[in-house]
């Protein structure tokens, strides 16, 4: 039996949130059907089983070999689950699910990497010189989050899987808002400051650094997330079929795939119904709006309006009007349910206004959680990137033109990425994932 961990220490508090982090995938894949597990719910991504191997490949890959220094004793999986896809080419798999193991072996796979993972940082110091990644537990944040990651991105996924491959828990409570009356926010001109510095010490990912400030100009920005009835008037009003409110490439991708709804939006018998996690509403018209950068940059251009630059969107966010900046936008409190709907919380979005304890300074409400928020800024390097030495293509591999960062979290959103500094990224026409927007005046 293992000693109970101390939580004032800070290398116990890491390998403590390793566990709950664990155990939090684990209850994820636990909600879909064994034999669901080789479906393929999202084209461009591989199947659900590639996902149950690929968080334990990914902690030996990166610890094992890196820290340790120890031999593979499954190197066939180490290979087959060690990364995931992102086409931008419009190529697609073709696997078949016999192509992939049966589930048993990989999740004796899985045991087997837990088991000798742990007994090596059973006894490992986080100050041992010889283990640079080790010191201050640095490697273990990047295990811990990306697998924090891949706990929304692949709701993401199974969001895509019909209810009955699904075993759904209790249902969410409900959770009231006041009535909802959109209005934009005048924001004065001021700095923002981008990602985090190098010199504090804290964790964040290689594209988080180094902090630099940036001058704001004076904008207007929508006090709320762009709701569900918002954008049914851009649909009704023929937005999808106007092609002056769409970029070339935009309206091409549209046309192609004969786009004319959100992907979370379904229409039966002339009603508008939401699909959520595990089943079917009637549209919630005060919920966020979720669609790819491109469905929201063609309501913005109807609106007469854009979208927020990253510098701005933070302004909106962190800034005050004494030009001190908050670490989240309701003050340096850390997050807690009444200041946004985030940390898994809930399964499905809440009213764009439910949560008016978590507004800006400037009064910009829902910031942080209930979705993230496209920005027109592509997803570059910061002044002073250095990718990780260990992991160079985590964020470099995207530095490509075809990614926008995306500021704020969702309802599946870990707490510890709701930091200021942490920046999220997605193509432009990929329309699964809990992102929406706000439009803003310059």
Same mark, same amino acid.
């Given at each position: 039996?293992?000693?109970?961990?101390?939580p004032?220490d800070?290398?116990?508090?890491?390998?403590?949130?390793?566990?709950?982090?664990?155990q939090r995938?684990?209850?994820?894949?636990?909600?879909v =059907?064994?034999?669901a597990?080789?479906?393929h719910?999202?084209p !461009?991504r591989?199947r659900?089983?590639f996902y149950v &191997?690929?968080?334990?490949?990914?902690?030996?890959n990166?610890?094992?070999?890196?820290?340790?220094?120890v031999?593979?004793?499954?190197?066939?999986?180490?290979?087959?689950?060690?990364f995931?896809i992102?086409?931008?080419?419009?190529?697609?798999?073709t696997?078949?699910p016999s192509?992939?193991?049966?589930?048993?072996?990989?999740?004796?796979?899985?045991?087997?990497?837990?088991?000798?993972?742990?007994q090596?940082?059973e006894?490992?110091?986080?100050?041992?010189?010889?283990?640079?990644?080790?010191?201050?537990?640095?490697?273990?944040?990047?295990?811990?989050?990306?697998?924090l990651m891949?706990?929304e991105?692949?709701?993401y996924?199974?969001?895509?899987?019909?209810?009955?491959?699904?075993i759904a828990?209790p249902?969410d409570?409900?959770?009231?808002?006041a009535?909802l009356?959109p209005r934009?926010i005048?924001?004065?001109?001021?700095?923002a400051t981008?990602?985090?510095?190098?010199?504090?010490?804290?964790f964040?990912?290689?594209?988080?650094?180094?902090?630099?400030?940036?001058?704001?100009?004076?904008f207007?920005i929508?006090?709320f997330?762009?709701s569900n009835?918002?954008f049914?008037?851009?649909?009704?009003?023929g937005?999808?079929?106007?092609?002056?409110?769409?970029s070339?490439?935009?309206?091409?991708?549209?046309?192609?795939?004969k786009?004319?709804?959100?992907?979370?939006?379904?229409?039966?018998? &002339?009603?508008?119904?939401?699909?959520t996690?595990f089943?079917e509403?009637p549209?919630?018209?005060?919920?966020?709006?979720?669609?790819?950068?491109?469905?929201a940059?063609?309501y913005a251009?109807w609106k007469?309006?854009?979208?927020?630059?990253?510098?701005?969107w933070?302004?909106?966010?962190?800034?005050t009007?004494?030009?001190? !900046? =908050?670490?989240?936008p309701?003050?340096d409190q850390?997050?807690?349910?009444a200041?946004?709907?985030?940390?898994?919380?809930r399964w499905?979005?809440t009213?764009v206004?439910a949560?008016?304890?978590?507004?800006?300074?400037?009064g910009?409400? &829902?910031?942080?959680?209930n979705?993230?928020?496209?920005?027109?800024?592509?997803?570059d390097?910061l002044?002073?990137? !250095?990718?990780?030495?260990?992991?160079?293509?985590y964020?470099?591999d995207?530095f490509?033109?075809?990614?926008?960062?995306?500021?704020?979290g969702?309802?599946?959103?870990?707490?510890?990425m709701?930091?200021?500094?942490f920046r999220n990224?997605?193509?432009?026409h990929?329309?699964?994932?809990?992102?929406?927007f706000?439009c803003?005046?310059?």
């Open positions: 039996m293992k000693p109970t961990l101390d004032t800070p290398r116990e508090r890491t390998l403590a949130r390793l566990t709950e982090a664990r995938t684990d209850r994820l894949f636990g909600i =059907r064994p034999e597990l080789y479906d719910p999202i !461009e591989h659900i089983l &191997g690929h968080l334990e490949a990914f902690d030996w990166l610890l094992a070999g890196r820290v340790f220094q031999d593979a004793f499954e190197p066939d999986f180490d290979r087959l689950f060690a995931g992102d086409p931008v080419d419009g190529r697609l798999p696997d078949q192509d992939w193991p049966a589930l048993a072996e990989v999740q004796r796979y899985n045991q087997g990497v837990r088991e000798r993972l742990d090596l940082l006894s490992a110091s986080f100050s041992d010189s010889r283990k640079p990644l080790l010191q201050g537990g640095l490697i273990l944040e990047v295990a811990i989050e990306h697998r891949h706990a991105t692949l709701a996924m199974l969001h895509q899987l019909p209810p009955e491959q699904k828990p249902a409570a409900p959770l009231a808002a009535p009356e934009m005048e924001i004065p001109a001021g700095s981008l990602g985090v510095s190098r010199a504090s010490g804290v964040g990912w290689d594209n988080e650094f180094d902090a630099h400030r940036v001058e704001v100009p004076p207007a929508d006090q997330q762009t009835r918002q049914l008037e851009f649909v009704q009003d937005g999808y079929e106007n092609r002056d409110f769409w070339a490439p935009d309206w091409t991708w549209r046309t192609r795939h786009i004319d709804h959100p992907s979370f939006w379904i229409q039966r018998g &002339g009603i508008w119904l939401q699909r996690m089943g509403q549209l919630p018209l005060d919920w966020p709006v979720y669609v790819s950068y491109a469905e940059s063609a251009r007469g309006l854009s979208l927020p630059t990253e510098a701005q933070h302004r909106a966010a962190y800034g009007t004494t030009g001190a !900046e =908050r670490q989240y309701w003050g850390p997050p807690a349910s200041y946004g709907n985030f940390d898994f919380e499905d979005p009213a206004n949560h008016p304890a978590g507004a800006s300074a400037f910009v409400a &829902g910031l942080v959680g979705g993230w928020e496209w920005t027109t800024s592509p997803f390097p002044p002073g990137f !250095e990718p990780f030495s260990f992991y160079p293509g964020s470099a995207f490509d033109g075809k990614h926008y960062v995306m500021k704020g969702s309802m599946r959103t870990a707490a510890c709701l930091r200021r500094s990224w997605f193509q432009p990929y329309p699964y994932i809990y992102t929406g706000r803003v005046r310059t």
